[in-house]
């Protein structure tokens, strides 16, 4: 026995827990086919790629690699996968056996959200390279860009699915708040944009851009956690969930 209690070796044992509950949540959010999705933002570079050979596009450089390569590719994902962590449960009829679960509700969600986070983040790795390798090079702070707009609507999809008790409301919420994104915030440059890019600032003082770049990559992750602790709490409701 070791100070704390445990036997010796229980801690692997954990970890291989651990990493078992991820692949369980994972089956659970995409079923057996989910390492397909981890490949799928590829199909969106490939179809830039074709665009960009037969004419119809421009070159690629540093600037549209945050949000035009990698981000908006790896938004599609997330939203896919957030509609699936708790209004999954609805749809598939398994709501109510999630609640029944040892230690509350919301370790199944937790476990399924990092299951989705985990997706994302090899597919943020596949596409970040292809993008690196085959389009543009970019800094480090683009695909950390790419990658905190991924995870916003991540959990934007989870609540709004949440909210309204459907996959199919919540992801067409999730995909007007990507578009006023990408159309008006995305296109003023304005700094609350979770794919705000630091790249396309025209402002030539460093220190400005540094503050803008500071304020955005604290403040999101911020807004992240206050969305994720709001779509729990609806999803706790018990009554409120399981009502007609």
Known sequence: MTRDGAAPGSLPRRIVARFDLLRLAGLAIAGHWVWLLIFLPLLWLAARA??????????FDRVDAQVGLMGIPLAA????????IIAGEMD???????????GGCERVWWSKLA?????LLIAALLVGAATYFLFTEYPPIAAYGALQGAVFYLVMSMALATLFRSEVAGAMATVAVLAFDLLVLGS??????????PLAEANPDPEVILAMTVQNRVGVPMF????TGLAFMRANRRERMLGG
């Open 50 to 59: 074709l665009l960009a050979a037969i004419g119809s596009g421009d070159g």
């Open 77 to 84: 994902l997330a939203i896919i996968l957030g509609l699936r």
């Open 92 to 102: 598939g009829r398994s709501l109510e056996i999630a609640y029944t679960v040892p």
């Open 115 to 119: 299951a989705a986070a985990s997706i």
């Open 188 to 197: 003023q440059g304005v700094r609350a944009s979770p794919f705000w890019n």
């Open 224 to 227: 992240i956690a206050l969305v």
